[in-house]
């Protein structure tokens, strides 16, 4: 049987040939934030949240699971 294509795919097409500059970016964009989203959540399940310079002070026990991943400043 004969399937017609689908209208969404046939809009895309269009868009491409009329304004690409503008498909272009928006395909760019949506890598982008994929991207950000995955780097973010990597970021923050790995507790790489250790800001190296701080306008105020934290105080960390020992038995604070944060301890593990703070870094001495010095060792860089």
Do not use: Q
């Amino acid at each position: 049987m004969f399937k017609p294509p689908s209208r969404n795919f046939s809009l895309l097409k269009k868009g491409w040939n009329e304004i690409p500059e503008l498909i272009g970016s928006g395909f760019m964009g949506l890598i982008g934030i994929a991207l950000s989203i995955f780097n973010l959540h990597y970021y923050y399940k790995n507790g790489l949240d250790n800001r190296k310079y701080k306008l105020e002070y934290t105080v960390i026990r020992d038995d604070d699971p944060k301890a593990a991943f703070v870094r001495d400043p010095c060792e860089c």
